[in-house]
């Protein structure tokens, strides 16, 4: 599988580790050349660098056809951007985002984009916890 | 009406003190605190701060009645947001988005912002518009009293005026001839002096006499 990943910051660059252990094909973008350090393990890992709310740093990222692309920048609003301009470009490809903030997660689902909320999962693990049940 | 602003920008500011005046209810958001500390001076209660993104901060200014959203920060993406939060969250009936790049007003308005304001595309039409009315004459500024004004005049190719002196144009007495820039040199000009092509001239002309001293200038 081709994953496009969207932003080298402590999520992105775990997400390079994990995927790139599984064997799929990788390309990252980040804006900041210097965060490409995160990722530990390089080797066979494409990198752009560039604005990924630019169209033209998208299409130049899906040349090669990607199956999935993580949008994973710090930020929420350039996420909801970026994601929406990818499907723009390519109703059909599979994009899910992270979000923080958990009224937007309600907005942008009913949108018709895939969210990972940390915000929501991390109450949901504290209230698994035991003594919190 | 009641409008919300959200980026206590300068267009922000005024665009709030426009339609305060013009009797319409208004709130503008910003996070900026020592800004909004400032302008609660002016406003008053119509200035809150908060992130004009966040859904909380939006219920509390009241976005559930609002009839108009304008998202005027200078973050493209933050701007977005407001728009569809606003648009999904509490049916606002039009959403404003400012757009600096100019790129982002097509897709903007594809995913659910009514409009665009884009002060990019806004100067390049008015600057299109002067050129294609053929004007020579841009004002610069009106001087106090209002019927006086300094514009820069520039002398096109075939302009009637080249190689004339400045004394023997007829000038009349409500046109002055301040200053001529011209290579990389500005001179202060005499009456034996005469006009090249590509000088640009400051002037202080009456208002009733604009017209005159484009149609002196105008090229052929």
Redesign the interface.
């Known amino acids: 599988m081709r994953v496009v990943i969207i932003g080298s910051g402590r999520l992105g660059s775990r997400l390079v580790s994990v995927f790139s252990k599984r064997g799929d094909s990788l390309l990252v973008i980040e804006q900041n050349e210097s965060k490409f350090m995160y990722i530990e393990d390089k080797q066979g890992v494409e990198f752009l660098v560039g604005d990924s709310t630019d169209e033209k740093i998208i299409r130049q990222a899906l040349k090669k056809p990607a199956d999935l692309v993580l949008v994973a920048t710090g930020n929420d609003y350039t996420n909801i951007m970026i994601a929406q301009k990818i499907k723009i470009i390519d109703k059909t490809i599979k994009v899910i985002m992270r979000l923080f903030d958990v009224n937007l997660v309600t907005v942008y689902t009913e949108l018709g984009i895939e969210v990972v909320c940390p915000t929501s999962l991390t109450i949901d693990a504290l209230l698994k916890m035991p003594g919190l049940s | 009406m009641y409008i919300i602003i959200v980026g206590a920008s300068k267009a922000g500011v005024n665009l709030a003190k426009t339609l305060l005046s013009g009797g319409h209810e208004v709130t503008v958001i910003d996070q900026d605190k020592p800004k909004v500390t400032l302008l609660s001076e002016t406003f008053g209660d119509n200035i809150m701060l908060g992130n004009g993104?966040?859904?909380?901060v939006l219920k509390v200014a009241g976005a559930n009645r609002a009839d108009v959203v304008a998202a005027l920060t200078g973050?493209?993406?933050?701007n977005?947001?407001i728009c569809?939060?606003t648009k999904?969250?509490f049916m606002t009936p039009r959403t404003i988005s400012r757009v600096s790049d100019p790129?982002n007003e097509e897709?903007f308005q594809?995913?659910g912002v009514d409009a665009t304001i884009n002060s990019t595309r806004i100067l390049n039409y008015l600057i299109e518009e002067q050129v294609q009315a053929g004007d020579v004459v841009v004002p610069l500024f009106p001087l106090k009293g209002g019927d006086v004004e300094l514009v820069q005049v520039d002398v096109p190719k075939g302009s009637h005026i080249i190689d004339k002196k400045i004394k023997d144009l007829g000038l009349p007495e409500g046109i002055i001839i301040v200053s001529i820039y011209r290579g990389d040199k500005t001179l202060i000009p005499k009456g034996e002096t005469s006009f090249q092509q590509n000088d640009e001239v400051i002037a202080i002309v009456k208002k009733e006499h604009i017209d005159k001293i484009q149609q002196m200038f105008k090229g052929s």
């Open positions: 993104a966040n859904a909380s973050d493209d993406a933050t977005l947001v569809q939060l999904l969250m790129a897709i594809s995913i």
